[in-house]
């Protein structure tokens, strides 16, 4: 009976946190100037979200975004969407992520139908430059290099990819689990490793 009783106390907290989170979440949104529509997103748990001045975020109808380790795979683990000054971030519709990290310097465009696994990464930048020389003399992180990453409709992420900058992924295409993308994903096709390879195409 005791058991019985602290599993009830143990769901009822974590609705109360879910919960918590997701009109936190809205009212960040709000205040930030985000674009979205308020009936339909659904934040799950306390995401980090980084809304820099002069950036601009759009997120669409019946995206979701799970930051919790109550669910989903990671069990340590939070969601973060960080846009710096002069970014935009564009998110379709019906797509969501689980526990992972959207870092925007430039431009981010996900698509409709996209699912971002649990634990991903998907950055538009270095963060540093990759010259030694300006690493030493303390102008790394202005030398930066960014370009704009793509993921069109219906690309499923698996969990723990990284997707770097300047990278398409194309409709339909599937990212295996652990993988780093480097190059453009062509539509329907499956990629996969560190660095992502092709394996093969997708059938219709």
């Known amino acids: 009976m005791f058991e019985s009783l602290l599993l009830k106390i143990r769901k009822l907290y974590q609705v109360f946190r879910l919960r918590l989170g997701h009109r936190m979440c809205l009212a960040y949104c709000r205040k930030n100037g985000v674009v979205f529509h308020e009936k339909s997103i659904r934040f799950d748990g306390f995401p980090e979200i980084i ?43 019906h797509t969501g992520m689980t526990n992972s990290t959207i870092n925007c310097h430039q431009c981010i465009i996900i698509g409709n139908y996209v699912n971002i696994g649990a634990g991903c990464i998907i950055v538009d930048s270095d963060f540093h430059s ?51 993308v480097t190059h453009n994903v062509p539509d329907g096709e499956i990629w996969a490793g560190n660095p992502a390879k092709f394996i093969k195409k997708i059938k219709e």
Do not use: Q, Y
């Open 130 to 180: 990759l010259n030694w020389r300006d690493r030493l003399d303390g102008t790394d992180i202005s030398k930066k290099k960014n370009a704009p990453v793509v993921i069109k409709d219906l690309a499923f992420i698996g969990t723990h990819s990284i997707i770097l900058k300047g990278v398409t992924i194309g409709e339909k295409s599937i990212i295996g689990a652990g993988s780093v």
């Open 51 to 93: 809304i820099h001045k002069n950036s601009s975020v759009t997120i669409g109808e019946n995206f979701r975004c799970v930051s919790s380790r109550f669910i989903g795979m990671e069990n340590m683990s939070f969601s973060k969407i960080s846009v710096h000054e002069g970014g935009i971030l564009n998110i379709g519709h």
